[in-house]
């Protein structure tokens, strides 16, 4: 077993592996996105696998972890930021760890491969078409970033451009100029942000070419990524993972399903399929209009969805007693709360499965419900991440008494 040591990260104490070495990427040392840089897949996955059933020891003996059979390239959303640094040279790519400097990355090894060339090929065309980087401190300038989203299935492209103002000089003939060789562009967008503010998107979206937004498939169902949308980064592992969570709620037709923490119901919406009627529930709005419209575009009927806290509405469930047979949950990374959990408990649905992308917030989740009379059945952890020390885990419950 390498030696793990303890490392600070998004604010909290992770294990990272004591033998990372910076290994065959050429950006690993400025760039520092990926904790597990130069080593070995299969150690990281022997390590990911050990953390999860050191956590999970005492409710279940976990399953072997589904990692990737080609660990890179899997990132199908792709963003570089741009600025221009000595004699006019354009670099794009990520901010080096803890300052503003950018790192200029021509192909990273986790992004998709013909997104990063998309990339390369804007950064060759802002000069013929005489556009400027925009430069952070003196607010000059007009490109901020790219964003590129690629559909697994569909293998549609997005690419947002993302300009300190909405207008794009020559906008037709760039978008031309792009496409000649990357055809599989179907969108184009012109994202505004005009704010000084480290967020990427601003608030609002220009189509200049095609739909405005690209569709995938996932399970058999269609999804539409808008420019804000969250969709999953790596859909090859979703799919596996949703697979799954889906099986874990052994549906037959007949159940009411809570679909917790929904995002833009990509879950619920496969689940309902298989099932009697499936409430979504998530807090930010944007999502629940993309889950309304990714219903329509699937037309399913039997589900609904509702804006709230996942918390606050469970309790209300609970007041009303409302009959539930099934609790799918994916919380964020703090996992799920007090107020959640009990209602779960006093709904008493006969099973849960909880998806989880934080497994020590996971384990503190499942002491709760394992004394309150469920059991945990089943864990298998997924590798969504690979390169990165994050690890997802799907947990099927059922209850005891
Ligand atoms: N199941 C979805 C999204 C999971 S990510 C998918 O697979 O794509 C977790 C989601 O929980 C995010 O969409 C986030 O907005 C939402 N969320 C965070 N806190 C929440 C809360 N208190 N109540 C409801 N949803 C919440």
């Given amino acids: 077993m390498d030696k793990t040591r303890n490392v600070k990260r998004q604010g909290k104490t992770v294990k990272a592996l004591e033998n990372k070495k910076d290994g065959s990427c050429p950006y690993a040392k400025k760039c520092g996105g990926c904790d597990y840089q130069g080593v070995d ?20 003996k976990v399953s072997p972890i589904v990692g990737m059979e080609n660990p890179y390239h899997y990132r199908h959303k792709v963003h570089a930021v741009f600025d221009c640094i000595a004699r006019g040279q354009v670099v794009a790519g990520v901010y080096k760890k803890n300052s503003h400097e950018v790192v200029d990355i021509e192909c990273c090894q986790i992004e998709d491969q013909e997104a990063d060339a998309i990339i390369r090929e804007i950064k060759n065309l802002l000069k013929s078409f005489k556009i400027k980087t925009y430069d952070e401190d003196t607010g000059y300038g007009l490109l901020r970033h790219v964003l590129v989203r690629k559909g697994y299935h569909t293998g549609e492209i997005m690419v947002v451009l993302v300009l300190a103002s909405p207008i794009l000089p020559s906008k037709n003939n760039f978008v031309k100029a792009l496409r000649k060789n990357h055809p599989n562009i179907s969108t184009v967008v012109i994202n505004v942000n005009d704010k000084k503010t480290s967020m990427v998107l601003g608030e609002r979206n220009i189509v200049v070419y095609g739909k405005g937004f690209i569709e995938d498939k996932l399970c058999g169902c269609t999804f539409r990524i808008s420019p804000n949308s969250f969709y999953q980064v790596n859909p ?45 529930v998530e807090l930010n709005k944007d999502a629940i209009k993309d889950a309304i419209t990714n219903a329509k575009r699937n037309e399913i009927k039997n589900i609904r969805f509702v804006n709230d806290d996942a918390g606050k509405y469970m309790v209300s469930l609970a007041e009303k007693k409302e009959l539930v047979d099934v609790v799918i949950m994916d919380p964020p990374r ?12 006093k709904l008493a649905p006969k099973r849960v499965v909880y998806v989880s992308c934080g497994p020590d917030t996971l384990a503190r989740d499942l002491k709760y419900l394992t004394r309150k009379g469920y059991k945990v059945t089943e864990a298998t952890p997924y590798d969504m991440f690979p390169m990165t020390y994050h690890t997802e885990v799907v947990v099927e419950l059922i209850r005891e008494k």
């Fill in 334 to 345: 703090s996992g799920s709360d007090e107020a959640f959990l009990s209602s779960v408990v």
């Fill in 236 to 280: 090859a592992q979703t799919e596996l993972l949703y697979e799954k969570a889906i099986n874990c709620a052994h549906l037959t037709g007949k159940e009411k399903v809570i679909d917790a923490y929904c995002g833009t119901g990509t879950i619920g919406i496969i689940a309902s399929k298989y099932a009697k009627e499936v409430l979504g």
């Fill in 41 to 60: 897949y299969k150690k990281q996955l022997e390590t990911k696998e050990a953390n999860v059933k050191k956590l999970l020891k005492d409710f279940v």
